[in-house]
């Protein structure tokens, strides 16, 4: 079991640089399985999730070169053996081999996936798509069996009943290969999208619309090798900017792309954080007080679930008070009483979180519950006096990229310690 050990209340100076999409890579690399040749990757994130995919794919039968932040994929001995249990349920985005095997061999058994727990995570949407598409599903202990009559996929024209950024992956990824035109209706608009379909197109695949809610894919027979710049991870930068304005007197943010993260902030020029948006960076300057305003998740383009934890210890320190209000994943709460066990005037209950500042944190034991808790938690023991002390960080490692040194190289007193 890993800690990470803060001693908080130091001040944070300096340049950070962004790394490459964690959402957008975990769905990239089982993508790469839908052709024989090699495809680098640039830009991939050092996170767990990454370890998970690797191993995944490595016991499927690719090979795989780690170089840096540089992967190179061949996947040609690539077999349609069961999904490894116990590998497959380790993180969420095993559930795009579902897609990718379906697209090479048009069929497989593959497992439930795993991920942080942010109350019911269904995913019907992904299966309505493939059944569209003449996938059969049935079940079999922990294993589910996907089947077609002749071994391939046709288009389909689907309706998505709820925007879901891995439905709308997923059933892509299916029908490149598929015979025929896939229309994705209702589909998710996040730039992790364009990011896969970029990839995807790159290989030889015929996807239009990416980024709108319609999407239209013509299957073609086979895919090529490339080479893909992973887009950076725009949760990773509204993370290190909500820190910056929190705990920091002048970060530079780099690698950033402003265009994904408008609405997040358009939200913090309405607490008044001061701060300058650069080519690729972001600049936040030492604050004053801030103004409490309430924040209300909803897909891209708008404000990000992901972003509403990481947050969080910032509007803790604002004046007034606000809310906040998951659409997405309503339980997506449990940092909450760990940010109340640091001195912060904040509860949930059925309407959401409503909080009241400003709050002056003081260091704690705590306990990340899922990655995002985790984020706010860091941010809290930056900001906080005192030594605080996160549990469970596995969690955190599995989407921040090198966050010790990172924060460390801020200037930030942190420690990654093993019990
Ligand atoms: N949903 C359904 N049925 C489905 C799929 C989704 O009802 O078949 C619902 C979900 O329960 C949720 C909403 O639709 O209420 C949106 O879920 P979505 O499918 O978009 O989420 P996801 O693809 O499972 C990805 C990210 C999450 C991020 C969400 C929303 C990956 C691997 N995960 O999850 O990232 O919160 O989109 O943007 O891409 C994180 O990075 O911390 C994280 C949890």
């Known amino acids: 079991m890993k800690k990470i050990i803060i001693n908080g209340g130091k001040p944070l100076q300096g340049e950070v640089s962004i790394s490459g999409a964690k959402n957008s890579v975990v769905a990239l690399i089982p993508a790469v399985i839908l052709t024989d040749d090699t495809v680098t990757l640039d ?12 191993d995944i794919m490595e016991t499927m039968g690719a090979s795989v070169t780690r170089t840096g932040e540089t992967l190179e994929i061949n996947p040609c001995g690539v077999e349609n053996i069961p999904m490894p249990y116990g590998k497959i349920n380790r993180l969420r985005a095993s559930y795009y081999f579902y897609g990718s095997l379906l697209g090479r061999f048009g069929q497989a058994i593959v497992g439930l996936p795993g991920g942080c727990d942010l109350g019911p995570r269904p995913i019907d949407q992904h299966l309505k798509a493939f059944a569209a598409m003449g ?9 589910m069996h996907l089947t077609t009559p002749h071994q391939s996929l046709h288009g389909a024209h689907i309706y998505m009943d709820t925007v879901s950024v891995g439905a709308t992956i997923n059933t892509m990824i299916a029908a490149v290969k598929a015979d025929g035109r896939t229309v994705i209706e209702n589909a998710a608009r996040e730039p992790e999208i364009i990011d896969v379909a970029t990839l995807l197109n790159n290989m030889g695949a015929q996807i239009r619309g990416a980024g709108t809610d319609v999407i239209t894919i013509d299957g073609v027979e086979k895919l090529h090798g490339t080479r893909h710049q992973v887009i950076p991870d725009r949760i990773e930068a509204g993370t290190y900017i909500a820190l910056a304005a929190a705990a920091g007197e002048g970060i530079r943010i780099k690698n950033v792309l402003y265009e ?7 939200k913090l020029e309405e607490m008044g954080v001061r701060m300058t948006v650069e080519e690729d960076a972001v600049y936040v300057e030492k604050q004053g007080s801030l103004r409490a305003v309430s924040v209300k998740t909803s897909p891209y383009p708008g404000f990000a679930t992901d972003l509403q934890q990481p947050l969080t210890p910032l509007l803790l ?13 309503e339980k997506r709460t449990n940092h909450v009483p760990e940010l109340v066990k640091m001195g912060g005037a904040i509860s949930v209950d059925e ?4 909080y009241q500042g400003p709050n002056h ?12 808790a985790g984020a706010a938690l860091v941010i809290a023991g930056l900001m906080a006096s005192g030594q605080t002390e996160i549990s469970n960080v596995e969690f955190i490692l599995r989407g921040y990229s090198n966050i010790i040194e990172k924060l460390s190289a801020l200037g930030a007193d942190i420690h990654l310690v093993t019990d």
Do not use: M, W
């Not at 830009?43 to 998970?52: A, E, K, L, W």
């Not at 944190?361 to 995002?372: F, H, M, N, S």
């Open 43 to 54: 830009g991939v994130p050092n996170i767990s999730d990454v370890d998970s995919l690797v």
């Open 317 to 329: 320190s604002a004046e007034g008070q606000g809310t906040i209000v998951d659409t997405i994943y």
């Open 351 to 354: 309407r959401g979180i409503a």
């Open 135 to 143: 996938v059969t599903v049935s079940y079999e202990g922990d294993s």
């Open 260 to 266: 994904h993260l408008e609405s997040y902030l358009a």
């Open 361 to 372: 944190l003081t260091g704690a034991a705590v306990k990340a519950t899922d990655l995002r």
